[in-house]
């Protein structure tokens, strides 16, 4: 992939985490994703998630907890807002 495909997929992953587009993310993924968030015990949904049916059990019980969004920032991976 080249770095603008690479950066317009980040965008858009961005972009349905800001509409809360769960299944354009799931989309996005590979079958054999690898999703980890870190956090303490208390945190219920932290952990490892593998694959894409995982993840979106991720997404349901970090969802039902907090209807934070995410939205584009400055990346300096990019060197630019993504």
Known sequence: MSEQT??????DLYDAF???????????LADDVDWYDPGPPAVTHAGRY????????FFRE???????RLSS??????????
């Open 6 to 11: 690479n950066e317009r997929m980040v965008r």
């Open 73 to 82: 920032r400055r990346n300096s991976s990019f060197g630019a807002t993504a």
């Open 50 to 57: 593998r694959g894409r049916e995982d993840v979106l059990r």
């Open 62 to 68: 970090s969802g039902s907890r907090s209807r934070s």
């Open 18 to 28: 800001g509409r809360g587009d769960i299944q354009a993310i799931l989309n996005m």
